[in-house]
């Protein structure tokens, strides 16, 4: 492993602001005080930020006269939920975790700023992105919103995720796609209500949600080429409020997730088909609200962060073939704007997995981030 030395020298460092963010979690795009530590830490390296998005914060770092840019973006928000472990910087507050490693995320950008302070041998400019809300507050959308790709011109954007189950000192690269999209639907069957002594009267809108769910499982095992991968999930059925009565509506709600978007839009239409035909079998009124909610997160230049990511952890720690992962990560939004590479961090083969009450990061990944994040630099300016 060929960790940065100056990196390293700030490690003990680090850790001790990564339990400090750990304890203090914000949620969404709610993340004030996390955004005014960072602050204060950037101002102590002599780097100015500015603000974008919803509390969210972005250094621009010149070094050169280089016109490339290369910038790195990392997320900071925590999850609405209870931390389970007992050791001494547990959360302090109650139903606010750290549990996706965010804290971690955006420490190891922090240990980069730190180097990047001292160390402006480079040959362009370098963008360091803080931002909030990733855990389904579309965080990413409201820092493009605010002009992030009018204000900077971003050349390329990188960014990582601390990975359970992948050993500690490894880093994964996808070439292609690296998490899933995440579609969300809602279907509302209406017929009509009545006694449930005299169906014939009413129009009964179950037996069609029956069908309509039915359905809907065949879309991945009948619609999908086998080779291709894709999750439809019932998440949701509501309706009805009686022993004895037939309800007005019923609404069903469910999940999407593929790794391929013309997957997704074979899934979205095959969804619309269902619905439809459905309706139309039993008569009733069946209407589908069907969301994107994040794209699929697709890697377009693998190879310089596999690259940089050999020369960081070695060539035989650098693994290539795992699945792309079913979760979502708004990191995808960027990559509609410019190009880049996410990449997987090893928390542990044995790390408690993400959302999970226990999970923790694992300390030992900040100088293994900010030792990858300078090999990018150096690798395009
Ligand atoms: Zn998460
Ligand atoms: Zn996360």
């Given at each position: 492993?060929?960790?940065?030395?100056?990196?390293?020298?700030?490690?003990?460092?680090?850790?001790?602001?990564?339990?400090?963010?750990?304890?203090n979690?914000?949620?969404?795009?709610?993340?004030?005080?996390?955004?005014?530590?960072?602050?204060?830490?950037?101002?102590?390296?002599?780097?100015?930020?500015?603000?974008?998005?919803?509390?969210?914060?972005?250094?621009?770092?010149?070094?050169?006269?280089?016109?490339?840019?290369?910038?790195?973006?990392?997320?900071?928000?925590?999850?609405?939920?209870?931390?389970?472990n007992?050791?001494?910087?547990?959360?302090?507050?109650?139903?606010?975790?750290?549990?996706?490693?965010?804290?971690?995320?955006?420490?190891?950008?922090?240990?980069?700023?730190?180097?990047?302070?001292?160390?402006?041998?480079?040959?362009?400019?370098?963008?360091?992105?803080?931002?909030?809300?990733e855990?389904?507050?579309?965080?990413?959308?409201?820092?493009?919103?605010?002009?992030?790709?009018?204000?900077?011109?971003?050349?390329?954007?990188?960014?990582?995720?601390?990975?359970?189950?992948?050993?500690?000192?490894?880093?994964?690269?996808?070439?292609?796609?690296?998490?899933?999209?995440?579609?969300?639907?809602?279907?509302?069957v209406?017929?009509?209500?009545?006694?449930?002594?005299?169906?014939?009267?009413?129009?009964?809108?179950?037996?069609?949600?029956?069908?309509i769910i039915?359905?809907?499982?065949?879309?991945?095992?009948?619609?999908?080429?086998?080779?291709?991968?894709g999750?439809?999930?019932?998440?949701?059925?509501?309706?009805?409020s009686?022993?004895?009565?037939?309800?007005?509506?019923?609404?069903?709600?469910?999940?999407?997730?593929?790794?391929?978007?013309?997957?997704?839009?074979?899934?979205?239409?095959?969804?619309?088909?269902?619905?439809?035909?459905?309706?139309?079998?039993?008569?009733?009124?069946?209407?589908?609200?069907?969301?994107?909610?994040?794209?699929v997160?697709?890697?377009?230049?693998?190879?310089?962060?596999?690259?940089?990511?050999?020369?960081?952890?070695?060539?035989?720690?650098?693994?290539?073939?795992?699945?792309?992962?079913?979760?979502?990560?708004?990191?995808?939004?960027?990559?509609?704007?410019?190009?880049?590479?996410?990449?997987?961090?090893?928390?542990?083969?044995?790390?408690?997995?993400?959302?999970?009450?226990?999970f923790?990061f694992?300390?030992?990944?900040?100088?293994?981030?900010?030792?990858?994040?300078?090999?990018?630099?150096n690798?395009?300016?």
């Open positions: 492993m060929a960790l940065n030395p100056e990196v390293l020298a700030l490690h003990d460092e680090m850790k001790a602001l990564r339990r400090q963010i750990h304890q979690p914000e949620v969404g795009l709610d993340t004030v005080e996390t955004v005014k530590l960072i602050k204060s830490r950037l101002d102590g390296y002599g780097i100015s930020c500015a603000d974008i998005g919803v509390n969210s914060l972005v250094a621009e770092i010149k070094g050169g006269e280089g016109d490339t840019t290369v910038a790195f973006r990392v997320d900071m928000d925590a999850l609405e939920m209870s931390e389970e007992d050791f001494a910087y547990k959360s302090t507050v109650e139903g606010k975790m750290h549990a996706c490693g965010h804290d971690g995320h955006c420490t190891s950008l922090i240990a980069l700023a730190g180097y990047l302070a001292k160390n402006r041998d480079f040959n362009g400019t370098v963008l360091l992105l803080f931002q909030s809300g855990e389904g507050y579309e965080g990413a959308l409201r820092v493009i919103e605010d002009g992030f790709f009018d204000k900077y011109k971003v050349d390329y954007l990188f960014g990582f995720h601390a990975w359970p189950g992948l050993e500690a000192g490894k880093i994964a690269v996808h070439n292609g796609a690296c998490m899933a999209s995440e579609d969300r639907f809602e279907v509302h209406t017929g009509k209500s009545g006694h449930a002594s005299m169906p014939h009267v009413c129009n009964e809108p179950f037996a069609a949600v029956a069908d039915k359905g809907l499982q065949t879309i991945v095992a009948r619609k999908i080429p086998s080779h291709e991968r999750v439809v999930s019932i998440t949701q059925v509501h309706g009805g009686l022993r004895n009565g037939i309800p007005d509506n019923v609404m069903v709600q469910g999940n999407v997730r593929t790794c391929n978007e013309k997957v997704q839009d074979l899934i979205e239409d095959s969804i619309g088909q269902v619905v439809k035909g459905v309706g139309v079998m039993y008569g009733v009124e069946a209407e589908l609200d069907y969301v994107r909610k994040h794209p997160l697709v890697n377009t230049t693998p190879e310089i962060a596999l690259r940089a990511a050999q020369k960081v952890v070695g060539v035989e720690n650098v693994v290539t073939d795992m699945e792309s992962s079913m979760a979502a990560e708004d990191f995808a939004f960027f990559m509609k704007y410019t190009k880049g590479c996410y990449v997987w961090i090893g928390n542990g083969a044995d790390s408690a997995p993400l959302h999970n009450s226990r923790d694992d300390d030992d990944i900040l100088p293994i981030a900010a030792s990858f994040f300078i090999t990018v630099i690798e395009l300016l």
